[in-house]
C-alpha cells in the first residue's frame, strides 16, 4: 500500500499529468472501458444493491459518461490559464489565475452508487492531472472487483489504484500523507476523515448524509408531486444520501396526498418481493436498523419484509412524536414519514433541528412560499416541485454544508476541486515605477493613496 502510494509521488514529480494529452488520453481511455464493461457493471450492481439494468444505467453508469464527456469536451479550456483584471498600483503587468493539480489523490467512495460516486469524482481527479489511489466500499464487493478490474485495465497503479479492504484498510491510508482527500459517505465518519486530513493540512471534499426533507405546501399539485417523490424516496430502495427522507404537508391536504402516494407506490413498486426494478437493502445491519425504525411508529402502508433476500416493502409511516429516531437520524431506506403542520412557521424548527440538510424539496404553486423557503433555511441543493434530479447535471455543482458536507463537484467544479488555482502577477521588466521604494516623500505618499482608490 505504502509503496504504490511513494510510486504515485514518484510519478506526479515526473510531471507527466501535467500535460494536456495525457490527460485527455486517460479520460477517454476509462470512457471507453466503461462503455466496453457495461453488462459487466450493471451484473455487479444486481448482485451488490438488486439494481436494474435500466436504474444502474440512469443512476450510475450513464451519469459517470456523461461527466466524462464534460471532462473531455472541457479540459482544454479548464486547464488555461484565466486573465484577471490587474490594479493600477501593479502597472505595467499582467494578472491571472494558473489552475495545477494537488498531486496525491484519496477517493474514499461509498456502497450505494458504488459506481457513479468513485468514477465521477475519478474523473474530475484525472482532469485536474492528479494520481489517484481509490478505496471503494467492502459493503459493494462486486462492485469493487469491477472498479478494480477497469481501473487496472486503465491505467498504472503508480497513476491510478484501487486498495479494497475494510474499515481498518481504511484507517492506515488515511494515516498517510495526501495532497487532497475526497469522501463519500456519513457524517460521523466524515469527521475522522476531516481529524485525520487536519493532521497534515490536507484540503477535503466531504460529500456526507442528512436528513433531507420535503415539503407540500398546499398550492402544490399533489398527484404529480406524490408521483415524484416516490421515485426519489424508493429509487436504489431509498438508499441515496439525496433521497426525500421525510414529509412536512399541510394538514388541510395530508390525507389526501397519502391517497395519491399509495396509488404510485403500487404502480412504481408492486409485489416488492418480486419486482426487478425494485433494490434490495445492502445487508442485515441495515435491514434490522430499518425494521427497528418501525417499531416505534404507526404504519399507514407496507412494512412487509423478508429478511432472506433482504427486502422491505415501501413503507409509509405517520409521526406525530418528533422525539421518535426516525426523525432524528438518516432513514436512508424506504421508510417514508408523514408530518402534519397547521402552518410554514412550525417545520423551521424541526429542518433547524435536524442541521443543514444536504438537500431540501418543496412542492408548491406558490411563488411567495418559494421565496420564503430558499431565504430562510440553510442546506446544501435541491429541487422546486421534483426530488433528486439536481444531482444529475455538470452545469450545477453537488454538496452539502455543514453537517452534511464540504465542498461540491460535478462538471467544472469537479475540475475545480482538484485542482489549486496559482494567481500569478507577471511584471514588464522595461518600467519600474519608483513611488513604492524607500526613503518615502509626501509626493509618494500622494502617488501611492491616488494609485491605492
Not at 477517493?107 to 471503494?136: D, F, R
Not at 427497528?292 to 432472506?308: A, C, F, P, T, W
Not at 440553510?378 to 452534511?404: E, P, R, Y
Amino acid at each position: 500500500m505504502l509503496s504504490i502510494l511513494e510510486k504515485q509521488r514518484v510519478f506526479f514529480k515526473s510531471g507527466k499529468t501535467i500535460n494536456y494529452q495525457f490527460r485527455l488520453s486517460a479520460l477517454k481511455k476509462l470512457r471507453e472501458t466503461i462503455i466496453n464493461e457495461q453488462s459487466t457493471i450493471i451484473k455487479a450492481l444486481q448482485l451488490d444493491l438488486n439494481k436494474s439494468e435500466t436504474e444502474s444505467y440512469m443512476t450510475e453508469i450513464g451519469l459517470v459518461i456523461s461527466d466524462l464527456n464534460y471532462q473531455i469536451k472541457h479540459l482544454k479550456k479548464n486547464m488555461k490559464n484565466k486573465m484577471v483584471k490587474t490594479p493600477l498600483a501593479q502597472f505595467k503587468s499582467k494578472s491571472f489565475t494558473s489552475p495545477y493539480p494537488y498531486g496525491n489523490v484519496l477517493i474514499i467512495s461509498p456502497w450505494n452508487y458504488p459506481i457513479l460516486l468513485t468514477l465521477e469524482p475519478l474523473a474530475g481527479a484525472i482532469a485536474a492531472g492528479n494520481t489517484v489511489i481509490i478505496k471503494p466500499s467492502e459493503d459493494s464487493p462486486n462492485c469493487s472487483k469491477i472498479i478494480k478490474e477497469i481501473i487496472s485495465n486503465c491505467f498504472p497503479n503508480e497513476y491510478v489504484a484501487v486498495i479494497e479492504g475494510d474499515y481498518k484498510v481504511a484507517s492506515s491510508l488515511l494515516k498517510e500523507k495526501w495532497d487532497y482527500i475526497f469522501f463519500t459517505g456519513s457524517t460521523n465518519i466524515g469527521k475522522i476523515v476531516y481529524q485525520a486530513a487536519s493532521q497534515n493540512l490536507t484540503p477535503v471534499t466531504l460529500e456526507l448524509g442528512g436528513k433531507s426533507p420535503v415539503i407540500v405546501e398546499k398550492t402544490a399539485k399533489l398527484d404529480l408531486a406524490a408521483k415524484r417523490i416516490v421515485f426519489g424516496k424508493f429509487i436504489n430502495c431509498g438508499q441515496t444520501c439525496v433521497a426525500p427522507d421525510y414529509v412536512l404537508i399541510d394538514a388541510e391536504i395530508k390525507d389526501k396526498f397519502i391517497e395519491y402516494l399509495i396509488k404510485y407506490i403500487k404502480i412504481l413498486y408492486p409485489n416488492y418481493l418480486t419486482n426487478t426494478d425494485y433494490g434490495k437493502i445492502i445487508n442485515e445491519k441495515h435491514f434490522y436498523r430499518l425494521l427497528n425504525y418501525l417499531n416505534e411508529v404507526s404504519i399507514i402502508y407496507g412494512g412487509q419484509n423478508n429478511v432472506d433476500n433482504l427486502k422491505l416493502e415501501p413503507t409509509i409511516v405517520e409521526v406525530t412524536n418528533l422525539d421518535k429516531k426516525i426523525m432524528s437520524e438518516e432513514i436512508f431506506g424506504p421508510i417514508l414519514p408523514i408530518y402534519a403542520y397547521q402552518n410554514l412557521n412550525e417545520i423551521y424548527d424541526l429542518i433547524v433541528k435536524n442541521s443543514e440538510p444536504l438537500a431540501l424539496y418543496l412542492f408548491t404553486e406558490n411563488k411567495a412560499v418559494q421565496s420564503e423557503i430558499l431565504n430562510n433555511i440553510q442546506f446544501g441543493g435541491g429541487c422546486i416541485n421534483d426530488t433528486i434530479i439536481h444531482l444529475a447535471t455538470n452545469n450545477l455543482g453537488f454538496g452539502g454544508v455543514g453537517k452534511s458536507g464540504i465542498g461540491s463537484y460535478h462538471g467544472k467544479l469537479s475540475f475545480k476541486t482538484f485542482s489549486h488555482y496559482r494567481s500569478i502577477v507577471k511584471k514588464t521588466t522595461y518600467l519600474d515605477l519608483p513611488f513604492r521604494y524607500t526613503p518615502y516623500t509626501k509626493l509618494k505618499n500622494k502617488l501611492i493613496k491616488l494609485f491605492l482608490k
